[in-house]
């Protein structure tokens, strides 16, 4: 809720900002996104990497299987890491964006396994 309120913050009244995360919803409709598209060519598997005890998982697979994981990531100079995701569910970032307050929600809609919001600042 901070990084919107900060978005909301810098905007001048009328302002307007688009806002995108990824959504834990990558097959709305029965149509893929694009990432599971990609991905189908990977083995469809969630492996964890060791007992996660209350840890994240590392994401193998092609769906998720919670709201907060671990993707791996490679570089273009070959070094690899782990990026943390939190995947949005339906609604999820709308309400956050209200929650927030001083703005209003334009629009908001699916879109190739992302929730997208724009909104413009009152």
Partial sequence: IHAIQEIIR??????QACITV???EQ???DEPSEYLKMRQKK???QM??????G????????????PDMLVPFQNADGSRFLR??????DFELE??????????????FYEQGNWIAYIMKA
């Fill in 22 to 24: 990824w959504a834990y």
């Fill in 48 to 53: 964890n990497r060791r007992d996660t005890h």
């Fill in 10 to 15: 810098v905007l001048q009244p009328g302002g």
């Fill in 43 to 45: 083995r469809d598997v």
């Fill in 55 to 66: 840890r994240l998982r590392v994401h193998e697979g092609r769906e998720f299987t919670q």
């Fill in 95 to 108: 309400d956050l964006i209200n929650d927030a307050g001083g703005c209003t929600v334009e629009k908001y």
């Fill in 27 to 29: 097959k709305l409709c």
């Fill in 84 to 89: 943390y995701y939190h995947l949005f569910r």
